[in-house]
């Protein structure tokens, strides 16, 4: 896989805005609440812009109480196509290349000697899921964590110009991600402008090719399950 120039943020620097940005993205809950102090300390060790993104929010989320915070979660997230959080979604909605794509994110996971687990304590996600990629890039493997989303770059940044085009608070977080990776390239500009226009492919046909054999447990010799984030501690 094809690797771009680096930002310019530490690598310390890029655990702290990955991590940070999963724990806030993540549905809101007490613990999230219960978390912001941690999180705003930490992020004065990131650049400016970074920095005030992440603390922009959660001044958002100690103004709004948690029931408000969590219908606007579900209003933005799951009703509204062009804000998944789903990465594989936007190059390829429902359809039967999804599929492939999320084995290529499983792969990567288990290529670092991880695999997610699928108990609750991450809510079953998906591989693709920001939130899981994000921690997956914080926690165990900055090069390949950083290889899937610019992988997913088109997708990222039309999530991105989606929640700014609604002031949705959501939209400083991914600013601050969006920060952690190089400029956008022509060819992807161009992927952002056919997404925007066109949207999704919508063919609904399931996602059964995820659990081809050769990517489930037991598949490979030396694994581990995928541990929940050491900073600024883990979810449950």
């Known amino acids: 896989m094809s690797r771009r120039p680096k930002a310019g943020l530490a690598p310390h620097q890029l655990t702290i ?3 940070s940005v999963s724990l806030l993205l993540d549905y809101p809950g007490p613990e999230m609440l219960a978390r912001l102090d ?3 300390a930490a992020s004065h060790r990131l650049p400016v812009a970074i920095g005030d993104s992440i603390r922009g929010f959660a001044d958002h989320l100690e103004r709004a109480s948690l029931p408000e915070l969590q219908a606007e979660y579900v209003e933005t997230f799951d009703n509204r196509r ?3 959080l789903f990465l594989t979604y936007f190059a390829h909605g429902d359809t039967r290349k999804r599929g492939m794509a999320l084995l290529r994110f499983k792969q990567t996971y288990l290529e670092s000697g991880f695999e997610l687990d699928p108990e609750p304590s991450r809510g079953g996600e998906l591989p693709d899921h920001l939130c899981v990629v994000l921690e997956f890039a914080a926690t165990i493997d900055q090069e390949r964590g950083r290889g899937l989303m610019l992988d997913h770059r088109a997708g990222l940044e039309l999530l991105r110009v989606s929640l700014a085009d609604m002031s949705s608070p959501w939209a400083a977080l991914l600013d601050a991600v969006t920060a952690t ?4 390239r022509g060819d992807e500009r161009d992927a952002v402008r056919r997404l925007a226009a066109e949207g999704p492919p919508e063919e609904e046909v399931g996602l059964a090719p995820f659990a081809a054999p050769q990517f489930s447990p037991g598949a490979t010799a030396e694994k581990t399950l995928l541990p929940m984030p050491s900073f600024p501690g883990a979810r449950r």
Not at 181 to 184: E, G, N, Q, R, T
């Open 17 to 19: 805005a990955w991590q």
């Open 38 to 40: 941690v999180i705003r």
């Open 181 to 184: 990776l190089p400029p956008l």
């Open 82 to 84: 062009r804000c998944n």
